[in-house]
C-alpha cells in the first residue's frame, strides 16, 4: 500500500518537498534527507522499502497540514519559444553563462552538464530540483529568467528578418542612386577631359569594388561601366542576390553627392572660406595671393591694427584651413584648374590661364583664383599641390629687382635656418632693398613669420633641432630659456651665429611637429628609436651627475675626465661648448634645466679644495716687481692665474725657470697665462696650495718663476 501511494507522485514531487521543507524549516533534516532520497530512487527506477514508504506517507501528511502544496515535472522552458526559434534557424548553443544567473546556480547546473541554453531548456523541473542546490523558489527564478532570455531572442529575430527585407531594398535604391549621380558626373566633365587622372578616395574606391565587382581607379572606368548596356542591371542584381551591404556603396554615393554641390572652382573656394571673417579674408588673400602680397605693416595699416595682430590673424587663418583640409574633400574642379595649367606647358601665362577656365566654365570671377593658389601655397593640400608650372608664374609677378636679389638672400636666409633655426631680417637684407621686399622673397620660398621680424622654414635637421633632441633626452623637457642657453653655447664654437630668443626657437621648433610646448616646458612629441649621440666628455659627465647627484664640482670632473684617458684642456672645452652642461656658480655644474636646491650645492661645494689667492706685490730698486701668490685649484688645472695687482705689468714677458727659457708668459685681460706659464707649472710640480714667486725684470722683460714654499 506504501509502495502504490508513494508511487503516484514523480522525483519532482519529492525533489520540491524536500526543498520546501528545507527552506521553511517544517520537517527534521533526517526527515527532508529521507524524502529527497526517495526523489532520487524514483527518478533512477530504484525499489522503495516499505518502511520508506511508510515514514514518506507519515512525512507527506505533515507537509500537507503545515501548507505544502504538489509541484509539477513540466519542462522549464515555454515549448513555443523554443518551437519558434527552430523554425527560424536560430541556434541555442549559447553559453548559460548569458542567463546572467548567480555563480552558485551557473556552479550547480554546469556540475550536472547544462552549459548551454538548449541543454536547459531540455531540463524538466524535476531535472533543476534534483540539484541539491537549486530549490523551488530558485527553480521559479531559472525559468522566469530563460523564459525572457528566449522571449529577446524571437523579438530580435524578426527585428533582423524586417531588417533585412529593408537592407535589401535599401541597397538596390542607393545602386539606382550611385549609378545616376555617376552618370551625371561624366556628364559634367566631357566636355573637357582633364579628370581621368583623378581617383575616388581609397575607402570608396575599394568598397565599391567590393559591391560591384569592377576595379574603378579613373573617371574613365567609371565611365566605361556606367556606359556598358547591362550596368544597371548588374549592379543591381549583385546587390540584392548576393546580399551586399548598403556600406559598401554609400562612401561613393557620398563622394559623387559632395563633388555634385560644387559647380566651378568659385563654388569650392567659396565652401572652403565661408566660414572665415572678412577681415581675415582680407588678410589671407593679400599675404598669399598670386598679385597680391601686402606686408604687415601695409595690411595693419589698412585694417587700423597693428603688425602684430596681424600676423596673429595670419597665423589663425593657416589654422582654421589647415584644420579644415585634414579630411580629404572632392577638389574636383580646382584640380582639374592645376591639370589644365600642367597642359598649357611652356607657353602658359596666368592670363592664358584665366582665359581657359572662363571658357570651360570651371571659372567664374577672377578673385577665386587667387584663393585657389594661395590655399595651395599655405595649406599644401594633397589636391591642391601647386605644380612647377605655376610656381614659374607666380615668379613673373615678382618685380625684376626682387628676383635678381633673391639667390644671394635666400642663401644666407636658408644657412641662418640650418644653424639658428630662424633667420632675422636684418641680418639679411642688403641696402638695395627694403625689408617688406626681403619679407616677400622669404614668403615665396616658403618661409614663415614666427614673430616680428623673424622667420622660420622647416628645410630638415637643423643644429636647434640636434640640439633639443640631445637635451631632452638627456636632461628632460627644458624651459625656452635654458634651451637657448644651450644652443647659444653650441653655437659659440663657430663664433658665426647667435642664438634666436627664446620665443622664435620655441616657434620655430613646434613648426617641424616634432616638438611640443606645454607647461612651460618644451617636450618631443615622439621618443626617437635611438638616443642621439653625445662625446666621450659628455658621456662622462652624464655617468658622474647620476652618480654624485644633480651638482659636480669642477675638480671631480675634471679627475674623471683624466682617468678616462682624456687630456686637461678637455674639461675647459667641455664647460664652454657642450649644451647638457650648464655652470650654477663658479666651479659647480650641472646637466641643463636641471632642478637643485641648496643643499646640493653646500653638497658639491664641500668637495672643493678652496686656496686663498693672498696676492702680494713689492717693487726692488734694481728695477725688479716681485710678485707672490697662493696656487689654487683652477690655477694647477688650468694654468691660467688671476693676474691681481700684478695686471699693470701688462705685456709679453719670456718665462724662466731654474735658468732656463720655457717660452712666453702672457699677462693681459686680468689673467696670466702663456705656453711659459704651463712650462713652469709643470717643471716646478706646483699642486693646489702652493706658493709662487714670479720676479718681474723690467729692463729685459724676463719673468723668473718660483716656487716659494707649500702651504
Not at 492 to 521: C, H, N, Y
Not at 592 to 602: F, K, L, S, V
Request: hydrophobic letters at 40%; glycine letters at 6%; charged letters at 25%.
Amino acid at each position: 500500500m506504501a509502495e502504490s501511494s508513494i508511487g503516484e507522485h514523480d522525483a519532482a514531487f519529492f525533489f520540491s518537498l524536500a526543498h520546501w521543507a528545507k527552506e521553511n524549516d517544517v520537517l527534521r533534516p533526517w526527515e527532508r534527507r529521507l524524502i529527497f532520497s526517495i526523489g532520487m530512487y524514483i527518478s533512477n527506477g530504484w525499489q522503495i522499502s516499505k518502511k520508506q514508504g511508510r515514514q514518506a506517507l507519515r512525512i507527506m501528511q505533515i507537509a500537507t497540514q503545515a501548507g505544502f502544496h504538489k509541484g509539477t515535472g513540466d519542462q522549464i522552458a515555454e515549448t513555443s519559444l523554443v518551437a519558434q526559434l527552430v523554425a527560424k534557424s536560430h541556434q541555442l548553443r549559447i553559453p548559460v553563462e548569458m542567463l546572467g544567473l548567480t555563480p552558485g546556480i551557473l556552479m550547480g547546473l554546469k556540475r550536472n552538464g547544462i552549459n548551454t541554453i538548449e541543454k536547459l531548456s531540455k531540463c524538466s523541473e524535476a531535472d533543476l530540483l534534483g540539484m541539491y542546490i537549486i530549490g523551488p523558489s530558485r527553480l521559479k527564478g531559472i525559468k522566469t529568467t530563460l523564459n525572457q532570455f528566449l522571449s529577446r531572442m524571437l523579438s530580435n529575430a524578426v527585428i533582423e528578418e524586417q531588417a533585412s527585407v529593408q537592407s535589401r531594398v535599401e541597397t538596390a535604391r542607393a545602386t539606382k542612386q550611385l549609378i545616376e549621380l555617376a552618370n551625371c558626373l561624366c556628364q559634367v566633365f566631357e566636355t573637357y577631359g582633364l579628370l581621368n587622372d583623378l581617383r575616388l578616395p581609397s575607402e570608396a574606391q575599394s568598397r565599391l569594388y567590393k559591391a560591384t565587382g569592377e576595379k574603378l581607379e579613373t573617371l574613365a572606368d567609371l565611365r566605361r561601366l556606367i556606359e556598358s548596356p547591362n550596368c544597371k542591371a548588374h549592379i543591381i542584381h549583385r546587390g540584392i542576390k548576393t546580399n551586399i551591404e548598403i556600406d559598401d556603396i554609400e562612401p561613393a554615393i557620398h563622394w559623387f553627392s559632395e563633388v555634385l554641390i560644387c559647380k566651378s572652382v568659385d563654388d569650392e573656394m567659396k565652401k572652403l572660406v565661408g566660414h572665415l571673417t572678412e577681415r581675415e579674408r582680407f588678410v589671407f588673400i593679400n599675404r598669399s595671393s598670386i598679385d597680391k602680397h601686402l606686408t604687415l605693416e601695409e595690411i595693419g595699416h589698412e585694417l587700423r591694427v597693428t603688425r602684430e595682430r596681424v600676423r596673429q590673424i595670419e597665423v589663425e587663418v593657416n589654422r582654421k584651413l589647415g584644420r579644415q583640409l585634414t579630411e580629404p574633400l572632392p577638389f574636383f574642379y580646382s584640380s582639374a584648374a592645376l591639370l589644365l595649367l600642367k597642359r598649357l606647358g611652356q607657353d602658359a601665362t596666368v592670363e592664358l590661364w584665366k582665359e581657359k577656365l572662363l571658357n570651360v566654365g570651371f571659372l567664374k570671377e577672377e578673385t577665386s583664383l587667387d584663393l585657389l593658389t594661395a590655399l595651395a601655397r599655405v595649406t599644401k593640400a594633397a589636391p591642391l599641390v601647386l605644380s612647377e608650372e605655376l610656381a614659374r608664374l607666380l615668379k613673373t609677378h615678382v618685380p625684376p629687382r626682387i628676383l635678381s636679389a633673391s639667390k644671394p638672400i635666400l642663401s644666407q636666409a636658408r644657412k641662418h635656418a640650418k644653424n639658428c633655426g630662424a633667420v632675422r631680417i636684418v641680418s639679411i637684407k642688403p641696402e638695395t632693398l627694403s625689408e617688406a621686399d626681403v619679407e616677400q622673397i622669404l614668403f615665396l620660398d616658403g618661409f614663415t613669420e614666427v614673430r616680428s621680424g623673424w622667420w622660420a622654414k622647416d628645410i630638415g635637421d637643423n643644429i636647434p633641432m640636434r640640439i633639443a633632441r640631445k637635451v631632452i633626452t638627456y636632461c628632460g623637457p627644458v624651459s625656452a630659456s635654458s634651451l637657448r642657453k644651450a644652443v647659444a653655447k653650441h653655437l659659440s664654437r663657430g663664433q658665426l651665429f647667435a642664438a634666436p630668443p627664446s620665443d622664435v626657437l620655441v616657434k620655430a621648433l613646434m613648426q617641424t611637429k616634432q616638438f611640443d610646448f606645454t607647461d612651460g616646458l618644451l617636450h618631443l612629441t615622439k621618443v626617437p628609436s635611438k638616443k642621439p649621440k653625445i662625446n666621450k666628455g659628455e658621456s662622462v659627465f652624464f655617468e658622474l651627475v647620476r652618480s654624485k647627484g644633480p651638482i659636480v664640482s669642477f675638480e671631480s670632473m675634471r679627475t674623471r675626465l683624466i682617468e678616462e684617458g682624456l687630456s686637461a684642456a678637455y674639461t675647459n672645452a667641455l664647460i664652454s661648448f657642450s649644451p647638457i652642461v650648464e655652470r650654477v656658480i663658479s666651479k659647480l655644474y650641472i646637466l641643463t634645466g636641471t632642478q637643485y636646491d641648496m643643499a646640493d650645492i653646500e653638497r658639491a661645494k664641500s668637495e672643493l679644495t678652496e686656496i686663498t689667492a693672498d696676492p702680494t706685490i713689492r717693487p726692488r730698486p734694481d728695477g725688479i716687481i716681485e710678485f707672490e701668490i697662493n696656487i689654487g685649484t683652477m690655477t694647477v688645472h688650468s694654468h691660467v692665474l688671476s693676474s691681481g695687482p700684478a695686471a699693470r705689468l701688462e705685456g709679453d714677458w719670456a718665462a724662466v725657470v731654474e735658468g732656463t727659457y720655457r717660452g712666453k708668459l702672457i699677462v693681459g685681460d686680468g689673467f696670466i697665462r702663456g705656453s711659459g706659464f704651463s712650462n713652469a707649472v709643470l717643471n716646478l710640480g706646483i699642486v693646489a696650495g702652493d706658493r709662487m714667486r714670479i720676479e718681474f725684470n723690467t729692463w729685459t722683460r724676463e719673468a723668473r718663476i718660483s716656487r716659494v714654499f707649500k702651504l
